[in-house]
């Protein structure tokens, strides 16, 4: 059978439409079964970090110390310290209320052998206690203690507040914020999506079709990846990111696809212009599909088992979708033919063929009267634009071919100095004091952090001995409670807790700042190397570890930076020699990746301009912290570099199939690109919008991702490839096809023109 991959799987999708369309919703089907049957193994907090908070962890673990929530109830009077009786009588109040409740355990209280959980000015007072169970459920069983203390709150005396904070509670407050953010985006993702691509094909069907096939894939990726967590465990984030990148590519590879097929039945059978369609738009889906796996492949080489989630996520819901686009499409593209245009709004059509003057007006009857198909045909093609003298795209691609050096330095110039505030760039992991500002949670934090500097952010010291309780051990973590307590960058409560085996003691040690700060990283600093070497580090066989928020977070950030050179690597030396490949070119890959970082840098550099130096935060309701969150930058390059090259292959796919049939390279690059500049705008399109809900929700980290996202798609699909990329390739004219004689043994790979053999009628 002759022709290649992605034309055989269109022969064989078309000719067995129903093996195809029903095997795939039986797959789908399977999928999502055997996914919740499976479940999905998240993650653990000694997975969550590497390094000395990994062994910190896994020793507390180990121990028998599995994590529980913490709670704080503030117990706070501006006007009346502790030594008050009122004050005194509501602290009561307030301890016998938590001690009642049967979701609370080890209450911990300043009136019972725990002075340090009184404020050094005595205007308030922390009852502390943890939640019963497991921390990963105890966000569920928290709302019944909430309800107590707001009602304690409510029954307070004049002047004095009572208010909670916790592990439990912060995650409980968090979880329905950011669930119903994720309900409004998740309901607009694919309404919005629809219309654009309604807009786009002018047709229900045409334009259903890719929504429909990018939904069902995320589906099924969704139930694969429930299994293969059982492998490699899943982050929180896996599968939101999997819905973006699947509808993401879905979108794309379907409208590649499909643009194509309408563009070839223009003048040929439905079943010819399938297997056109396939030779070429398909090719390009297998290329593109590649080179994204390849791209998000690179996230397995950041060193993190949070990457590695991400990665492998990403991986199978792109693989999934590529699947689907070279075999499902084509069987309902074969067997619906011209109906796939069904639903097209017969008064427009009629309005736009009256403003374009087209001919055979009078033929169309009655304003409701249906267009005839090759009018439709006539009238798409008109405003798609395909010649270079028409459509918005042929505004801008005109000068740049006319002019390319000067386009090339004014466009390279504007996208570098958008780019320059990544020279600035400051990276962390977000925390509480991060949260939404409107979040009840986040006053009482602050609340909290102010009456007891890092107390909801404490440093975890894993102190192991073969017996902590020796006179020489409880001595050092006698002396550790005293130093730290007397540093201005440490303090208290200090909490110690011995395991039921006596040989690990974990202490907690607030840190000051808010976790992720200066003044907390170098908090952290002076425990490592000042307070624990003078202390723990004295007693003969024992040994330390610190974990926690903070040292986790500085862990992780030490972690990317060893590895994004690696990932670097990987990313651009894989889709380098794909791309040597399957265009026979070096000059090729080299502007391709070249621009693709224009692109990402560009991005970079606005996500820094407006979420670090605090710009537009009116406009997109959020309070600057002043960083971007640590995993952005790295997540960012992987998808983005994969979706970028999805446009430069499908783009350069058609400027190498007009070269090789005999064009010009200009010619080639005209031609080529405003015959694609139709489907990029629509798959463009789609990826802002989507990307932009997200950017509309109230997590800080993933209202950078929607805008980092939405912005450098945005410059991609127009700076980039209306401007950059065919200045570049008028410039280097045969250049762009330059392949030196010591690899011409590489394989021809060719986007074929001809039909092929023809289809046989589907069943």
């Not at 990726?221 to 465990?233: E, K, N, T």
């Amino acid at each position: 059978m002759q022709g290649n991959l992605a034309e055989r799987a269109a022969r064989w999708s078309a000719s067995h439409w129903k093996t195809a369309t029903f095997g795939w919703l039986a797959f789908v089907a399977v999928a999502v079964i055997v996914g919740q049957a499976a479940g999905t193994v998240k993650l653990t907090d000694t997975e969550n970090s590497s390094g000395e908070p990994a062994r910190a962890s896994a020793a507390l673990e180990d121990a028998g110390f599995h994590r529980r929530a913490s709670e704080s109830v503030l117990v706070s009077s501006r006007a009346l310290t502790v030594r008050a009786p009122g004050f005194r009588s509501e602290l009561r109040r307030v301890e016998a209320a938590v001690r009642a409740l049967p979701q609370a355990t080890n209450v911990r209280t300043p009136l019972h052998g725990h002075p340090d959980q009184l404020s050094a000015s005595g205007h308030a007072a922390l009852v502390q206690f943890d939640m019963r169970g497991t921390a990963e459920t105890a966000s569920s069983r928290v709302k019944p203690v909430l309800a107590r203390v707001a009602a304690l709150s409510h029954d307070a005396p004049a002047g004095v507040s009572v208010t909670e904070f916790g592990d439990a509670s912060a995650e409980h407050e968090l979880d329905e914020t950011t669930g119903r953010d994720f309900s409004h985006a998740e309901g607009l993702t694919l309404p919005v999506t629809f219309l654009v691509l309604l807009l786009a094909f002018g047709a229900f069907v045409a334009a259903g079709i890719p929504v429909v096939l990018s939904f069902s894939a995320v589906l099924a990726s969704l139930g694969l990846a429930a299994v293969v967590s059982h492998l490699v465990h899943a982050s929180g984030a896996t599968s939101s990111v999997m819905l973006l990148i699947g509808m993401a590519v879905g979108v794309d590879y379907s409208l590649f696809y499909l643009k194509r097929e309408r563009e070839e039945r223009r003048g040929a059978e439905p079943r010819e212009a399938l297997v056109r369609a396939a030779a070429t738009s398909g090719r390009a889906v297998l290329i593109s599909g590649t080179t994204v796996l390849i791209a998000m492949a690179g996230m397995l080489m950041a060193g993190s088992k949070i990457f590695q989630s991400l990665g492998v996520g990403a991986m199978v819901v792109v693989f999934v979708t590529m699947i689907g686009s070279l075999t499902v499409l084509p069987a309902l593209l074969g067997k619906l033919g011209d109906r796939v245009d069904r639903g097209i709004v017969a008064v427009l059509s009629a309005t736009v063929l009256r403003l374009l003057r087209l001919p055979g007006l009078r033929a169309l009857g009655k304003p409701r009267a249906l267009i005839r198909l090759r009018d439709r045909r006539t009238l798409l093609a008109r405003l798609k634009g395909d010649r270079q003298g028409s459509g918005a795209w042929a505004l801008v691609l005109r000068p740049a071919l006319r002019y390319p050096l000067a386009a090339v330095l004014v466009t390279s110039s504007a996208l570098l100095v958008l780019a320059l505030p990544t020279l600035s760039m400051h990276t962390r992991l977000m925390g509480f004091g991060d949260l939404p500002r409107q979040l009840k949670v986040v006053h009482s934090y602050e609340q909290i952090q102010h009456a007891f500097p890092g107390a909801q952010t404490p440093a975890t010291v894993a102190v192991q001995a073969p017996d902590v309780e020796t006179p020489a051990v409880a001595q050092g973590i006698a002396r550790l409670k005293a130093l730290a307590s007397a540093s201005p960058q440490l303090g208290g409560p200090v909490d110690v807790q011995i395991s039921p085996q006596h040989d690990l003691a974990k202490v907690e040690i607030p840190l000051a700042g808010d976790g992720d700060e200066s003044r907390s990283i170098a908090a952290l600093a002076d425990l490592r190397e000042r307070v624990l070497p003078a202390t723990i580090g004295r007693v003969p066989g024992a040994t330390y570890a610190v974990t926690g928020e903070t040292a986790g977070t500085q862990q992780f950030t030490q972690v990317t930076k060893d590895h994004w050179p690696l990932v670097f690597a990987f990313v651009l030396g894989l889709a380098f020699l794909l791309l040597l490949v399957t265009f026979r070119s070096l000059v090729i890959p080299l502007t391709a990746i070249v621009l693709n970082l224009l692109s990402v840098g560009a991005a970079y550099g606005v996500l820094v301009w407006i979420f670090q130096d605090g710009h537009l935060q009116g406009l997109l309701g959020f309070h600057s912290a002043g960083a971007i969150v640590t995993w952005l930058p790295l997540f960012l390059f992987a998808v983005l570099f994969g979706l970028s090259m999805d446009y430069h292959v499908f783009i350069v796919s058609r400027i190498k199939e007009l070269a090789d049939s005999g064009a010009s390279t200009e010619d080639a690059v005209a031609r080529g690109i405003a015959g694609t500049a139709g489907t990029v705008t629509a798959a463009a399109a789609v990826m802002v919008a989507v990307f932009a809900v997200f950017a509309t929700l109230s997590t800080l980290e993933i209202k950078q991702m929607g805008v980092g996202l939405a912005v450098a798609v945005l410059i991609d699909a127009t700076v980039i490839r209306a401007v950059l990329l065919p200045a570049t390739m008028k410039l280097l004219g045969r250049w762009n096809w330059y392949l030196p004689r010591w690899l011409q043994w590489l394989p021809h790979i060719r986007a074929e023109r001809h039909p092929g053999r023809p289809l046989p009628e589907a069943g």
